[in-house]
C-alpha cells in the first residue's frame, strides 16, 4: 500500500493577514473599579483563601454585609469545645474589590 503525502498539497508561500486590533478593543470609561466579591460566598472563599483555616479549626461565616465590604468571622471549634463564649479566632473586612482588612482594634490606654 502506498503512503498518501498530503503536504505535498499544502501551498508553499507564506500567507500574511493582518488585522486591525483597534477596532476589536472596547474602551472602559473611568469609574468605579469592577466588583470581583458579588456575595457572601465569594467573600467567605476569598479570606479562607487568603488566611486559612488553621488546619481545619476555623469555621468561616459572614456575619453582615453592605454596599462597600462584608464583616467575615472565623470561629474556632477548638475554643468552642474548651468553653469559650463565641469562638472566635479571627476577624476581617472583606471589600468588594477582593482585598482584605484585618479588623485590628485600636485600643487607647491612659
Not at 477596532?23 to 473599579?33: M, Q, R, Y
Not at 479562607?48 to 453592605?66: A, H, M
Request: proline share 3%; charged share 30%.
Amino acid at each position: 500500500m502506498e503512503k498518501d503525502n498530503r503536504e505535498s498539497f499544502l501551498p508553499n508561500e507564506l500567507v500574511e493577514e493582518t488585522v486591525n486590533l483597534e477596532s476589536k478593543l472596547a474602551i472602559v470609561p473611568d469609574g468605579p473599579e469592577l466588583i470581583k466579591v458579588h456575595n457572601k460566598n465569594d467573600a467567605i472563599s476569598i479570606v479562607e483563601g487568603q488566611l486559612g483555616n488553621n488546619n481545619g479549626d476555623w469555621i468561616w461565616n459572614c456575619l453582615w454585609d453592605d454596599d462597600e465590604k462584608f464583616f467575615v468571622k472565623a470561629i474556632s471549634k477548638t475554643a468552642l469545645a474548651k468553653g469559650a463564649m463565641t469562638g472566635t479566632a479571627y476577624t476581617a473586612f472583606v471589600y468588594r474589590d477582593g482585598s482584605i482588612k484585618e479588623d485590628l482594634f485600636e485600643l487607647k490606654l491612659k
